[in-house]
């Protein structure tokens, strides 16, 4: 069953999953989403997650949550979510160094991304 987006950041997901939205969150922080982007989550998710998950199930209210956020610059209040989710260190050590992997993966950071990054390297870091 698909989870409704406006709902996403209520749920009592494993903490992983609040880590894949926040890779979301970076890559769409430049507005568009490039296929080496999305195949790189996929890909760094895979170490996160167990056999149960279904990446596309969560990636597309993953994508609705971080665009809302975005459009309706709440993006600061979304990452103090993920921030109060995720209390693993290793889990959030690992997650700016993934989030800095997709931004990057394009061999380019925009201005947004390095933003982002920056707010994401204060929490995680």
Same mark, same amino acid.
């Given at each position: 069953?698909? %989870?409704?987006?406006?709902?996403?950041?209520?749920?009592?997901?494993?903490?992983?999953?609040?880590?894949?939205?926040?890779? %979301?969150?970076?890559?769409?922080?430049?507005?568009?989403?490039?296929? *080496?982007?999305?195949?790189?989550?996929? *890909?760094?998710?895979?170490?996160?997650?167990?056999?149960?998950?279904?990446?596309?199930?969560?990636?597309?209210?993953?994508?609705?949550?971080?665009?809302?956020?975005?459009?309706?610059?709440?993006?600061? *209040?979304?990452?103090?979510?993920?921030?109060?989710?995720? /209390?693993?260190?290793?889990?959030? /050590?690992?997650?700016?160094?993934?989030?800095? *992997?997709?931004?990057?993966?394009?061999?380019?950071?925009?201005?947004?991304?390095?933003?982002?990054?920056?707010?994401?390297?204060?929490?995680? %870091?």
């Amino acid at each position: 069953a698909r %989870v409704p987006p406006q709902r996403l950041m209520q749920l009592a997901w494993p903490m992983y999953l609040f880590g894949l939205v926040l890779l %979301v969150l970076v890559m769409l922080a430049d507005q568009d989403i490039a296929d *080496e982007e999305v195949e790189l989550v996929r *890909e760094i998710s895979t170490e996160w997650r167990d056999d149960e998950f279904a990446f596309e199930e969560y990636l597309r209210p993953a994508i609705e949550e971080a665009r809302q956020a975005i459009e309706h610059d709440h993006v600061e *209040e979304f990452l103090d979510s993920i921030d109060g989710r995720i /209390s693993s260190r290793v889990l959030r /050590s690992a997650l700016f160094s993934a989030a800095r *992997e997709v931004a990057g993966v394009d061999d380019e950071v925009s201005p947004e991304e390095g933003s982002l990054l920056s707010q994401v390297a204060v929490r995680f %870091v």
